[in-house]
């Protein structure tokens, strides 16, 4: 055959591929190039997918094996086909022998899952649960995990904000994995029992809190596979490696579970257990430190996505013992491994030190809600389990105190949000406000930049620092909200820490100058410098700095960010007489005197 449409044995066909991907040889690739792309448009539709077919069954060539799995994925199959080789996929191709094959079919089928499921792939549940899950654990979960991100590039589609959503795109070439929000709704629908196999409500609503549905079920075979694997981890034989990987897959398969189907916080026996087995795996893993990095960033990404389902499932400031007990474990577990120890750095690996982190930030902003709401509802009833959550909120605290003063600003930056809820919710707790002093001390230590900073403004590591305290510059404002007279205390004690403000350490004059500058950002009324002008130890503050020697500092960007702290503060420069204004003429001369100097 000579380019023209027609029959094409497999072993043609396979070398046309094979050189089509052999950049060694560019003309004889080009020509494959140009070859398979006349014989599959001349050819009869039939012809190219039994073709295609017959390569997957014969060539060895993963090469070959990718391309026909990608054409046949990008081809309009109509309902018998589509069956036919979702029925190959699952039961006739071999273990993918490479990674890249076994995501290439997890990523066909997974398709197939969202747009077939429930009417036209009604045999879902045996195909994955009881045969894919046993003979193929690792494309088990592969399949799930990908069907799962696709919630989020729905949602991230569908997004009238986002710019780069094309609305021309539709699903009725088949051509790519697009699907839409009702895609998403009837899928889930199914997974929660909501509607059956023929896509008919089943009468269940959202508040009834089912244990068994298809959603539990997949989740609980996960487990399975994720403790089998395991278990040929703990025997050390020779398919580690593949076994590491299962778990890996299994880890991200639960993670995006518990980001999209709410699974109730589950007994300890009856049908929900495998979710407090998946809690006693979780915690195993965290205890095995000789595990690869990234299975301790997994375990963590899944655990903080369980404690954002226990949030969203919290109408009322209840919270089990079990969720308790999962919180204690695993902040004890943070403590062993050393995972944030003060004022050095862990011997873990960063990300994973991040991710903990994260999960930090979570468990605390959960425990934090729960305990404000209990204390503003306290009953005899409820004392017992406020009592509990206090005391897991302190053992989170403590760990955010160490993140937060980490010495890597991704990690310090991912407790954030728990630092500015903490703030918010210190002016309705006073109980809380015993951490405010801490906090000014970390914030304090943070906010200097590292003693070989550049200050060079293009450089994407520097705005990377600066925006971080930028960030920090914010979250002082919101101290300055809830205690001004202690935030200004604690920005005359810096001052005075300089002995001399011209021969001071960069960092520490910056860090007075930065604290001094936003001090007014946080004082209510609105605007804040006429609140913070009427202050007689602030404008002491001021005026012992316009008569220092700081205009001597040899630093550019003290002197700088002097000025600017000079022109915000501008009032300081005109004194009452009688009812008159007048200029304070010897504090703004040595201000316009600096600036003239010609080092400045």
């Known amino acids: ?203 269940k609503q959202p508040n009834d809190l089912a244990t068994n549905t298809l959603a539990h079920r997949l ?127 862990s011997s873990a690996p960063i990300e994973v030190v991040i991710e903990v982190a994260k999960f930090v930030d979570s468990a605390g902003q959960h425990l934090l809600n729960m305990f404000v709401i209990q204390s503003a509802n306290a009953t005899s009833e409820i004392q017992v389990n406020a009592d509990k959550i206090k005391s897991a909120l302190f053992q989170a605290l403590d760990l955010f105190f160490r993140a937060f003063s980490y010495d890597d600003i991704d990690v310090s930056a991912a407790v954030f949000p728990l630092s500015g809820n903490l703030i918010s919710e210190m002016e309705k707790q006073a109980s809380l406000r015993m951490h405010l002093p801490q906090l000014l001390n970390v914030l304090y230590s943070q906010m200097k930049y590292p003693a070989d900073f550049s200050y060079d403004y293009e450089d994407e590591l520097v705005a990377e620092e600066m925006t971080y305290r930028a960030d920090l510059a914010k979250l002082f404002g919101k101290m300055v909200r809830i205690d001004s007279n202690i935030c200004l205390q604690f920005v005359v004690e810096t001052a005075q820490r300089m002995e001399g403000i011209s021969k001071a350490p960069t960092q520490d004059v910056e860090v007075f100058l930065r604290l001094l500058y936003h001090f007014c950002e946080g004082l209510r009324p609105s605007p804040g410098l006429k609140v913070v002008m009427k202050n007689q130890v602030f404008c002491s503050l001021l005026t012992a700095l316009h008569n220092s020697d700081i205009a001597d500092h040899p630093h550019r960007e003290v002197l700088c960010l002097y000025y600017e702290t000079s022109v915000r503060y501008h009032p300081i420069f005109m004194t009452n007489s009688g009812n008159a204004k007048v200029t304070n003429t010897p504090l703004l001369s040595r201000v316009l005197e600096a600036m003239v100097r010609l080092r400045s």
């Open 1 to 203: 055959m000579n380019g023209h449409g027609g029959e094409l044995n497999p072993q043609s066909l396979e070398r046309w591929i094979l050189q089509s991907n052999d950049p060694s040889q560019p003309t004889a690739q080009m020509q494959a190039i140009i070859m398979l792309r006349d014989w599959s448009l001349s050819s009869p539709r039939e012809v190219v997918i039994a073709s295609m077919f017959q390569v997957l069954d014969q060539s060895s060539e993963e090469t070959a094996q990718f391309y026909s799995l990608g054409t046949l994925g990008r081809m309009p199959l109509d309902e018998t086909e589509r069956a036919s080789f979702r029925q190959y996929l699952l039961y006739r191709y071999p273990p993918a022998s490479s990674t890249f094959l076994r995501n290439k079919v997890a990523w066909i089928l997974a398709r197939f899952l969202w747009e077939d499921v429930p009417m036209r792939w009604t045999t879902l549940e045996h195909d994955l649960i009881h045969h894919l899950s046993v003979s193929q654990p690792a494309l088990f979960c592969k399949i799930l995990e990908t069907a799962m991100e696709e919630f989020s590039a729905v949602v991230i589609r569908e997004d009238p904000n986002n710019v780069d959503y094309d609305e021309e795109q539709t699903l009725t070439t088949n051509s790519s994995f697009y699907s839409t929000k009702h895609d998403m709704r009837r899928v889930k629908d199914y997974f929660k029992d909501y509607i059956n196999e023929y896509g008919e409500a089943t009468g």
């Open 219 to 345: 989740f609980d075979r996960v487990v399975k596979v994720l403790e089998e694997s395991i278990v040929l981890l703990r025997n050390g034989n020779d398919a580690n490696r593949q076994a590491i990987e299962t778990v890996a897959l299994a880890l991200k398969s639960m993670r995006q579970f518990l980001m999209w189907i709410d699974l109730f916080p589950a007994d300890t026996q009856g049908e929900g257990a495998a979710q407090s087995k998946a809690i006693e795996i979780l915690l195993y893993l965290l205890s095995v430190s000789d595990y690869p990095a990234h299975i301790h960033v997994l375990t963590f990404q899944v655990l903080k996505e369980w404690n954002s389902g226990a949030q969203s499932t919290h109408a009322t400031s209840q919270v089990s013992d079990h969720e308790l007990h999962v919180y204690s474990a695993v902040f004890e577990q943070i403590h062993k491994a050393n995972l944030l120890p003060y004022n050095v750095e």
